[in-house]
Every structure is written in structure tokens, then in C-alpha cells.
């Protein structure tokens, strides 16, 4: 039976007792366990490492520690060997024996498991100076690579609930309200809203019982920084709750996870269940006389459901539409009660502050945006992954020092921020600081934090197609110019993707946005015609390409491709036959083959085998003709 | 449909409170793999609400379903970051060999294609994710190979 925590002494003593317990020289294997490296196949060398410890019965010298994401996921499965911090990077299973042996037993690193910077061709030893950590300011993720986020005594010894504590024991609701105003933060789920101000009001609202909500229901493609701090360190945002639940004045709270993301639904329960035996939650917490109660909720797979309104209802069982935004959820949000609605990084933001001091979380930042940011750096990019800067940062500095720039010398050509809501921004505005309002001055908006990095193989119509066929599965259908508006676009772009654009569709599709953006319900229409407009603003001239030319420059548009294998560059290996499904490039052995454009599904499965760069895709004029392709001129005439 | 003793008890863990409805389509959902018709009516008399009320919930939230499921669920992801790295090449791979679109099933139940906004590995995109495992870095011929071999080893099987 735990020991319930009646005071904040009872925390101070139970922290000690915990850290008493460990001795911090002692080995430790931190092996990242998040969803990307499960991915990758960690919990086979987690297995391993098990094994092999016990093999060598060294099972209670060396701690096995599986943590969370601690961002890196390009050089996955993780693995940092503690108290040292030497950092290995794309371990297997088949790794784990030698690293026993060398750096555990013979105190020497395994070179061929270090990461080496791709820009001194050196090998970095330890994992604060992998450059792609250095550059960052990771205030909230560098906590997921100290805990396992399943026990919550990891999460106490390193002085976790200190900020509770700090709160119950000094601070009244008014003063906790007001620390969180001047702090500056604003919520990161997207709007940007002075979190402060939201509790302000919310505590100031009538109304009986009053409700505390985590927004876990992050949809937005390519944003996964919320489920990574939900899944490696759920204890931080469950103090940020009840903080927030005491600054307000409630006693009941939910968080909303997207039910796709399992292992964030299953820590949430976890910190729950542990933090209630503990009396951290539940009646009476820590003995203030202070109770609230939090539930998990699982979403049910609609991206509208982030937005909080209909977030509101799917919490009430109903079907997740959202309202009119001059009914204000502060004061009349989850069933009619005031509701104070904030996002993972949001709350897990809170405990700093109130630990630290608003003053502390003022320096951090711009003028108007203060503290750091996550940012899931995904797409076109050399390290993907999670990535946590202060605010004011440029999108130059994220994408080429921290991320590394682009894959295979190809040329950038735009980032994506703010998901379907956001827009695509070219590469003369790098230099723009990162924080909520400069990105909005430009068509997109720094939005929860996804930043999809596109080369120039990526066709920007394309792109706006994509978004708006996400939305238009995703739109609930209530108001009339989200759900038709965005349909009619998608039918434009989709006939400029086939090449059957019409002149006049460039200033129609700008007319239909206007209209959508203008009248549309909640956040999710008024925003999704950014990435139409924010491309046809930067990137005109690929529209004009599909329109005018029935030409996709950057050769993704399948109406608009042909595949076509350089006979200079084919070796005749064969490997693209091999797995073509239409039986339709032919060719000798080791003579250059040839696609046969009448048989040709373009499914790009020979542009994906070929190891020689051979099949090119090309589009527009530059059909090749039949004497530079003389084989063609064969397989035509049969 | 599932068994009335089984209904029963996920009412009860959801203390037959309507407003927990969404969750206790989810748990019909985990035993059942689909959400069958006589089930939401059972649900609907138990918790009293209105049979059109249901139907929009089941039809308004992607997680469910109101068909039977395959045996193996493969769910291709189109988050955007899988998209720019050829995800659409990738639907077209298992469409072409499971001879089912994004959302179908299969006749004899063996297979259901999913399509996905984002799991968030999007460091191993494209991702295909069958039943449950993650394949990363997927090429169309990867695709088809594994889902080939997924099938020849039902085949051994049941032989």
C-alpha cells in the first residue's frame, strides 16, 4: 500500500526516500521506447539488453530505462549509456552484446555506433553534443529522456509535483491566474490565445461545476510533438491540469486523446491511476483541502474533434460539430459550464512557470510569444524529428543547422507550417522568425507545430490538393461554405492535376477561398483555404505550368507523367521488369530496356528499384522522340 | 452480435451513462472488429437514445465501423510528410494486390484497407502498418512483397 501524500513535506521526504534509493553512478541504458522507435523495433533491443544482462548477471549493476521520445527519430532506435551519456544512434538488437561488453564493462565507446555530423565528419560521443540537440532549447523534452513515463517515481525524484506543491502551499487561485498571465504563454494547440486570460475569465464565469480539459486530440498530418510529451511524460501535463484546475476552480477534468495514438491513451491512464494512489489527485490533494478528479477520454478518429468546441460535444457522446464562437467556452463549454480547454504542451508548459517564476519564462522568447516551442520537423529533411527552440527562431535555423537541410543535394522549395490550416512558405522568407504572429503576416500560421519540409520533387498544387482532400473528408458538414466550398475547390484542383485546368480557375479558386475563410463556422473552414491561397501566391507558376502546359514541373501529377528509363543510365539489371505489374518494360539483359507508355499504370514501382537512376519521370513537351529512343520505336511497332 | 452478458458489462464499466457513448462503441468495437447492427440497437434501449442519434455517432466518427472487418487490417499512412515521400504509390501497391480500395473489404473477409491521417513515426514514412506492425521506409515493391508473403503464410496454414 503507497504511502499517501497528506502535506508537501510528505513529497519533499517520499522524493528523498526515491532518490536515496538510486545512486546516480550507476549504469543505466536509456533506450527511447516512444511510438517512432517502436517503430523501428525497439522493443526487440530492449529485449536483448535484458537478456544479455542477465547473461552476464549484471542485472542489478545496470539499469534498463525505457524512456519516451526524446526527439531525435531520424537516428532511431536511441539508446544513451548513463551516468556517462555516451549516445548510440540506429541500434540493433544484434548491437546490444558489444555494447555491454565495450562500454559497459570496458568503460571504451563503440565507434560505429556514434553519430557523426555530417558537416566536420566528426564523431560525437555524447548526447548534448549531438548538434542537433545543442542547437535546440529543450525545456519540456529533455524530460522524456530522464523517466520512464510508466512510473511516477521517476518522475518525483526528479522533482516532479514540486510546482503543485510550491502552488498548494504558497499561492492563492488569483495570484496563480496572474503568474500565468504575466508568464506571456499562450496555448500552443494553434489559435495562440493568452492562456492566462482563458483562466481569467473561465474563474471568473458562473456556473457549477466548472471543467478542466487536455486537447490530446492532435490530427494535424506530420504534428506529433503533443503525443510525444503526452506519451514521455504525461506526469508534467497532469500537474499543469491540476494547477490550471486550481487557478479556476475545479474539480473535474478529462483529458481527450486521439485514439489513434494508443500508448499516449495508456500513459495518460497510468499517471492518472498512480497519481490518485498517491493522493496527488482525487479528494483533498496533498491534504489542501483541494480536490479534482481528471478521466480519459479516447477521440473516435474525426480531426475536427481537436477543434474545441466539438471536442466539447464528442466529451458529451455526441457527434462532434462545432459551434458558433460567440458562444464562449469559458463560460459555457462542456455541458453549459465554464471550461477551461488547453493543449498538451500547453499544460505540460504550466509547472515551469509556476516553478520557475514568470519571469524566468518572459526571457525566453519574442515580444509577443514567450517561451519555447516545439516543432515536429518532418518531410524532405535530414533529421526528422522533434525539435524544441525558443520562440523567435528562424525557419532557416530549424530547418538547415538543427534539421540538417535536405536529402540527396536536392533543392528546397518550401515548408509547410500550421497543417491544413496553415500555408507553404518559400524559400526568400527563411529568415522569418518563428512565433505566432510574424507567420500570419505571411498566409500561414505556426499552428501546433508541424513543419513539413518540401523539395523540389514536390508539386505545390499537388499539395494544396492533398490538404484540401484531407479537409473535405474531415469537415463535419454542419455550415455550408466549409463543406461545399471545400469540395468545389478540390474539384478544380483536382482538374488541374489532370491537366485540365482552365484559365479562369486561378481567380476562381481565390474567390471560393475568400468565401470560405469569410463565412465558415469554426477554425477548420476559415483556415483551410491557406494552403490554396498561400501557393497560388508563391508558387504561381506551377499552377500556370498544369494550366496552360498540361505540365507538372516538379513530376508528381500522375495525369501529367510518363516514366522513361535513360538508355545512357540503364544497365539492363532487370529489377525494374521484376516488379512492374503490368508486365510492361521490356528490354535484353544488360541492354537498356524501355517502358511501353501503353501498358504503363505509372505506378512509379520501377522508379523506386532502380539503382541506377535510370527511369526518369518526366512531364509536359519533353516526350522523347522515337530516334533517341530506338528501342521505343520496336516495342510501338508490335 | 456480441454475447448480452458481454454488452452488459462494457455498459457497466461505462456506468450506462450516455454520455460515455463514444467509448462504449470503442469497446464493442475491440471484441467485435465492427459494429453490428443489433449491438447499437441493444446499446440504444439499455442507455435510451434514439436509434438516429446512434447512427450519426457511428457514421460521423472514422473509428468505427458498420461493416464486418478482414482478418488483417492494412493501414496505409497519408500524413503529409508520407504524401511528399510517395504514400499515394503506396495505397496503389496494396490496392493493386489485395484488389480492394482504401476503406473496403475484401469478400471473404481476409482483408480491410485503411488509410490514415498520420501515426506520427514520420521519420519512417511511408509507413504501411499491418495489423498492428509498422513497416517504414516502404517502397511499392516492399509493399506487395510483404503483403504476398502475409498471404502465403495464411495459405500455409490453412493448409
Known amino acids: 500500500m503507497l504511502q499517501k501524500i497528506t502535506s508537501p513535506g510528505d513529497l519533499t521526504r517520499l522524493r528523498e526516500e526515491i532518490q536515496a534509493q538510486r545512486k546516480p553512478d550507476k549504469p543505466c541504458i536509456a533506450i527511447c521506447a516512444g511510438t517512432g522507435c517502436q517503430a523501428y523495433g525497439v522493443n526487440r533491443v530492449i529485449g536483448a539488453f535484458e537478456e544479455e544482462l542477465d547473461k552476464r548477471g549484471l542485472v542489478d549493476q545496470v539499469d534498463v530505462l525505457a524512456t519516451g521520445c526524446p526527439g531525435f527519430c531520424e537516428r532511431g532506435p536511441l539508446v544513451v549509456v548513463k551516468p556517462e551519456d555516451v549516445f548510440y544512434q540506429r541500434v540493433q538488437s544484434n548491437d546490444v552484446a558489444e555494447i555491454i561488453e565495450e562500454t559497459l564493462v ?21 548526447e548534448q553534443d549531438v548538434p542537433f540537440y545543442k542547437l535546440q532549447r529543450r525545456e519540456i523534452l529533455w524530460v522524456n529522456g530522464l523517466l520512464d513515463p510508466t512510473r511516477i517515481e521517476d518522475y518525483i525524484a526528479l522533482g516532479g509535483y514540486g510546482a503543485l506543491m510550491k502552488m498548494l502551499s504558497t499561492m492563492e487561485p488569483d495570484e496563480v491566474v496572474d503568474t500565468i498571465t504575466r508568464s506571456g504563454l499562450r496555448g500552443r494547440g494553434g489559435a495562440g490565445f493568452p492562456t492566462g486570460r482563458k483562466w481569467a475569465s473561465c474563474r471568473r464565469a458562473e456556473g457549477e461545476p466548472k471543467y478542466v480539459i487536455c486537447n490530446a486530440d492532435e490530427g494535424d498530418p506530420g504534428a506529433f510533438m503533443d503525443r510525444a510529451v503526452l506519451e514521455g511524460n504525461p506526469h508534467a501535463v497532469l500537474e499543469g491540469m491540476i494547477i490550471g484546475a486550481f487557478a479556476i476552480g475545479s474539480r473535474e477534468g478529462y483529458f481527450y486523446v486521439r485514439n489513434e495514438y494508443p500508448m499516449a491513451v495508456e500513459n495518460a491512464t497510468l499517471a492518472v491511476e498512480a497519481a490518485r494512489a498517491y493522493g496527488l489527485l482525487g479528494e483533498n490533494i496533498a491534504g489542501s483541502g483541494f480536490s479534482l478528479d481528471i478521466d480519459i477520454r479516447r477521440g473516435g478518429g474525426a480531426f475536427v474533434c481537436g477543434e474545441s468546441s466539438a471536442l466539447m460535444r464528442s466529451l458529451q457522446g455526441d457527434v462532434g460539430e462545432p459551434q458558433a464562437k460567440y458562444v464562449r467556452s469559458v463560460e459555457k463549454g462542456l455541458w453549459e459550464r465554464p471550461t477551461a480547454l488547453n493543449n498538451v504542451e500547453t499544460w505540460a508548459n504550466v509547472p515551469l512557470i509556476i516553478d520557475k517564476g514568470w519571469e524566468w519564462y518572459t526571457e525566453i522568447g519574442t515580444e509577443g510569444s514567450k517561451g519555447t516551442k516545439i516543432f515536429s520537423l518532418v518531410g524532405k529533411i535530414n533529421n526528422t524529428g522533434l525539435v524544441e527552440v525558443p520562440m523567435g527562431v528562424t525557419l532557416r535555423e530549424i530547418i538547415f543547422d538543427i534539421g540538417g537541410g535536405i536529402p540527396d543535394h536536392k533543392a528546397f522549395k518550401a515548408v509547410q507550417t500550421g497543417g491544413p490550416s496553415g500555408g507553404c512558405i518559400p524559400e526568400h522568407m527563411l529568415d522569418l522568425p518563428v512565433d505566432f504572429d510574424e507567420l500570419g503576416k505571411v498566409g500561414s500560421m505556426m499552428g501546433s507545430g508541424g513543419l513539413i519540409v518540401m523539395d523540389e520533387a514536390t508539386c505545390m498544387v499537388d499539395i494544396a490538393r492533398y490538404f484540401l482532400d484531407f479537409l473535405k473528408e474531415e469537415s463535419c458538414g454542419k455550415c455550408v461554405p466549409c463543406r461545399e466550398g471545400i469540395g468545389r475547390s478540390l474539384e478544380i484542383l483536382n482538374r488541374i492535376c489532370e491537366g485540365r485546368g482552365r484559365p479562369e480557375d486561378m481567380a476562381l479558386l481565390e474567390e471560393l477561398s475568400e468565401t470560405i475563410r469569410d463565412f465558415s463556422l469554426c477554425a477548420l473552414g476559415k483556415t ?51 516488379v512492374c505489374p503490368q508486365q510492361s518494360i521490356e528490354g ?31 512531364s509536359g513537351s519533353v516526350t522523347p522522340t522515337i530516334e533517341a529512343q530506338p528501342a521505343l520505336a520496336l516495342v510501338e511497332a508490335n | 452480435m456480441l454475447e448480452t452478458g458481454v454488452l452488459d458489462s462494457i455498459l457497466d464499466q461505462h456506468s450506462r451513462d450516455p454520455a460515455n457513448v463514444v467509448a462504449i462503441l470503442q469497446d464493442i468495437q475491440a471484441q467485435a472488429n465492427w459494429l453490428p447492427a443489433e449491438d447499437l440497437r441493444y446499446v440504444c434501449t439499455e442507455l435510451a437514445i434514439p436509434l438516429s442519434k446512434m447512427m450519426g455517432l457511428a457514421t460521423f466518427y472514422k473509428a468505427f465501423s458498420l461493416q464486418p472487418r478482414g482478418k488483417h487490417i492494412a493501414s496505409v499512412c497519408l500524413g503529409t510528410a508520407c504524401h511528399v515521400r510517395g504514400a499515394e504509390r503506396i495505397v496503389g501497391a496494396v490496392e493493386r494486390e489485395l484488389g480492394i480500395k ?19 513515426a514520420c521519420a519512417l514514412g511511408p509507413i504501411v502498418v499491418v495489423d498492428g506492425e509498422y513497416h517504414g521506409q516502404m517502397t511499392s515493391a516492399k509493399t506487395t512483397r510483404l503483403l504476398q508473403k502475409i498471404k502465403k503464410a495464411d495459405g500455409n496454414g490453412a493448409g
Open chain 2, 102 to 120: 482504401g476503406g473496403e473489404t475484401d469478400e471473404d473477409l481476409q482483408w480491410t484497407l485503411e488509410t490514415v491521417g498520420c501515426l506520427g
Open chain 1, 528 to 578: 483551410a483555404p491557406n494552403p490554396v491561397l498561400s501557393t497560388l501566391k508563391y508558387f504561381r507558376d506551377e499552377y500556370e505550368a498544369h494550366i496552360h502546359d498540361q505540365r507538372c514541373p516538379a513530376g508528381v501529377c500522375k495525369s501529367l507523367i510518363e516514366y522513361w528509363i535513360d538508355p545512357n543510365l540503364c544497365t539492363g539489371c532487370g529489377a525494374c521488369t521484376r
Open chain 1, 106 to 126: 570496458n568503460g571504451r565507446v563503440v565507434d560505429r555506433l556514434l553519430y557523426k555530423d555530417p558537416n566536420t565528419g566528426e564523431k560525437v560521443v555524447h
Open chain 1, 588 to 618: 535484353e539483359k544488360k541492354a537498356p530496356h524501355v517502358v511501353n507508355k501503353m501498358q504503363c499504370i505509372k505506378c512509379g514501382a520501377c522508379y523506386d528499384v532502380c539503382r541506377f537512376d535510370a527511369i526518369v519521370v518526366r
